[in-house]
């Protein structure tokens, strides 16, 4: 089984982050686990993305080709992933037509937030999963800088689409976030994830 992730969003959204703590919950799970990260031109501009390679075995190439899930935090990321031009950007483009994500496979898992990103996609063509990620990391929680760790809340759930249970479980995504955050910012973030998982319960409910 080899698995890629990526988690995608504008700079400052904590996608490389979330990366890592996926990664780390991985290991925690008894895989095997890389991490990689591309950072925009500036701390607080551009698109921010880390990827993750799962196996159960040893990882030969590091490196993402052909996704098997996507998390996707803002709409600059959103268009970033877009084949060619977005479909709401196309006046070319009618009602039938949808966007396709390069580098992402058919039938991939694709996680959005349904307030910031307007998603053109063939639900026929991925697996999506739709929440209000950012809203729950303000209004919730009060703090929508862990808007990251909500979202992994949500695909922890979300990859039930793919796979008979969770890919990785809540145990080992708790284990990860108390060794890549600080001391004074566990008990925060252990309840974004779990309120992820709330939202990502709701969300699959709906789907």
């Known amino acids: 089984m080899r698995y890629e992730v990526?988690?995608?969003?504008?700079?400052?959204?904590?996608?490389?982050?979330?990366?890592?703590?996926?990664?780390?919950?991985?290991?925690?799970?008894?895989?095997?686990?890389?991490?990689?990260?591309?950072?925009?031109?500036?701390?607080?501009?551009?698109?921010?993305?880390?990827?993750?390679?799962?196996?159960d075995q040893p990882i030969d190439?590091?490196?993402?080709?052909?996704?098997d899930a996507?998390?996707?935090?803002?709409?600059?990321?959103?268009?970033?992933?877009?084949?060619?031009?977005?479909?709401?950007?196309d006046p070319e483009c009618g009602e039938q037509d949808a966007d396709v994500l390069v580098n992402v496979k058919p039938g991939a898992l694709v996680i959005v937030d349904e307030d910031l990103v307007q998603c053109d996609l063939d639900c026929n063509m991925y697996r999506i999963v739709e929440a209000p990620i950012a809203r729950t990391a303000?209004?919730?929680?009060?703090?929508?800088?862990?808007?990251?760790?909500?979202?992994?809340?949500?695909?922890?759930?979300?990859?039930?689409?793919?796979?008979?249970?969770?890919?990785?479980?809540?145990?080992?995504?708790?284990?990860?976030?108390?060794?890549s955050v600080p001391s004074r910012f566990i008990d925060l973030n252990k309840n974004a994830f779990l309120e992820g998982v709330k939202i990502g319960q709701q969300a699959l409910q709906k789907a």
């Open 6 to 55: 990526r988690v995608i969003g504008s700079a400052g959204q904590g996608s490389i982050l979330a990366a890592v703590v996926l990664a780390t919950a991985a290991a925690e799970e008894g895989l095997w686990a890389t991490q990689t990260a591309t950072y925009g031109a500036a701390m607080r501009s551009g698109v921010s993305l880390g990827d993750v390679v799962i196996s």
């Open 61 to 67: 190439f590091p490196k993402t080709t052909n996704l």
């Open 70 to 89: 996507v998390i996707i935090q803002s709409q600059e990321a959103y268009d970033d992933m877009v084949k060619g031009k977005p479909v709401r950007l």
């Open 138 to 179: 303000a209004e919730v929680l009060g703090r929508r800088q862990v808007m990251n760790i909500v979202a992994l809340g949500v695909f922890q759930v979300a990859t039930t689409l793919q796979f008979d249970k969770p890919l990785i479980s809540e145990e080992s995504f708790l284990k990860a976030i108390e060794k």
